[in-house]
């Protein structure tokens, strides 16, 4: 069985891989009020790789930046609940010139 998982998760790595950079490629600095437009397409690109995933999920409008809320539903019976908190959000880059590369494009 595991090596099913294995031979799985190498059949996808390079196009997980792919889908990975595009969504670092977003420069969604929460803190930067003309990146609201990135942050709302890095909420986009969440959303959709959790729908495409199977779950039911949504963007929620805040005060300040869009969240995700998605359901992956029930499990079995007496099965606990998971929560994944994560953010989309990133820090400001500072002073680019000190980069060694651009910081929105990620490097192997």
């Excluded at 977003?26 to 003309?34: E, G, L, R, Y």
């Excluded at 779950?55 to 992956?72: N, Q, W």
Aim: include cysteine; glycine fraction near 8%; hydrophobic fraction near 35%.
């Amino acid at each position: 069985m595991i090596d099913k998982v294995i031979e799985h998760i190498e059949a996808g790595k390079e196009a997980n891989r792919a889908r990975y950079l595009d969504w670092l490629r977003i420069p969604c600095i929460s803190t930067d009020p003309d990146r609201r437009g990135d942050m709302q397409r890095a909420a986009e690109w969440a959303n959709q790789l959790l729908t495409n995933a199977g779950f039911r999920s949504e963007i929620v409008e805040t005060k300040r930046h869009p969240a995700i809320l998605a359901d992956g539903g029930p499990g079995p019976d007496g099965a606990p609940t998971v929560l994944i908190y994560g953010h989309y959000d990133v820090q400001p880059t500072g002073d680019e010139s000190l980069w060694k590369s651009p910081p929105f494009e990620p490097q192997r």
